[in-house]
């Protein structure tokens, strides 16, 4: 860590990730490594088949310099405008955005610009507005459809039974490049209920599958329940909390009408 990183930090950032962020955040993406090669044992799978994607909501672009100085180079942001802002400041640096969040038809001419993925596809309005921008600027956009597993109202996603029809649809939307299913379990303290909902996706990617064959991964599990999420097959773990500490703004702010944070709080002392 250089100099003018280190003197950087103000007294609120030094409350909320320590004096020395780059080293706090290398050792606990390496715990978390840990625990998903763990999980991976449990299953019989193989641990480098899991990418761990680092989410990055409510860090600040300033704090993000030493998580790209610890090796961090792939960022997961729910909101759009923030990811925007953020990447425009930290342009010098060669990170991967990866937007996790609903997403508003308005907002896709700024995502095109900078996006590496998107996994939270939920409607075809969304993929017609989605290929017309990304033909325009001639390029493709991986993308994970986003399903709604915990019949939760707050939850965004496609309804599962609509999942096929909106599957057979994606050859209509040549510069997406469908890899897979994410959702996001019912948040529960009750792990077989949140189980339910990755086996659920599951079932659901071998059915898509069969329609389209770029449909293979799982984008599935958070800083509370990625292990299980590792056990039903996830390929890829969103985790933010567990890498960057708890954070200030409450879930709901991104789930509406979300759930006491407690329950999917941080995984140290998670109940
Ligand atoms: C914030 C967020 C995560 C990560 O949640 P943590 O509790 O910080 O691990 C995963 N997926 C989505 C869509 C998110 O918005």
């Given at each position: ?99 996790i969040g609903h ?95 990755f086996r659920l ?27 299980v999420a590792v ?41």
């Open positions: 860590m250089t100099e003018s990183m280190t003197s950087d930090l103000s007294a609120e950032d030094i409350a909320r990730f320590g004096d020395k962020p780059a080293e706090a955040f290398a050792a606990n993406m390496q715990a978390v490594k840990d625990r998903i090669a763990a999980a991976c044992l449990r299953c019989g799978r193989q641990s480098g088949d899991v990418r761990l994607l680092p989410v990055t909501k409510t860090v600040p672009a300033h704090i993000l310099r030493h998580a790209f100085a610890a090796g961090i180079t792939d960022f997961g942001e729910n909101k759009l405008q923030e990811a925007r802002n953020k990447q425009e400041v930290l342009a010098d640096l060669a990170i991967r955005w990866n937007i997403l508003q038809t308005n907002k896709v001419k700024y995502l095109v610009r900078f996006a590496s993925e998107f996994h939270a596809l939920d409607s075809l309005r969304l993929a017609k507005e989605l290929n017309s921008r990304l033909d325009a600027q001639g390029r493709d956009l991986d993308v994970f459809l986003q399903v709604n597993t915990s019949g939760e109202s707050s939850k965004y996603g496609l309804h599962p039974e609509d999942l096929l029809s909106f599957v057979e649809r994606l050859p209509d939307y040549p510069r997406l490049k469908p890899r897979g299913l994410m959702t996001l379990a019912i948040f529960s303290a009750d792990t077989e209920r949140v189980r339910v909902c996706l599951r079932d659901l990617r071998d059915r898509a599958a069969a329609v389209h064959p770029g449909l293979t991964q799982l984008s599935m599990g958070m800083s509370g329940d990625y292990e056990e039903e097959g996830a390929d890829v773990v969103r985790v933010g909390q567990a890498i960057f500490g708890p954070r200030p703004t409450p879930d709901a702010f991104y789930w509406p009408g979300a759930i006491p944070s407690s329950i999917n709080g941080d995984v140290e002392n998670s109940s």
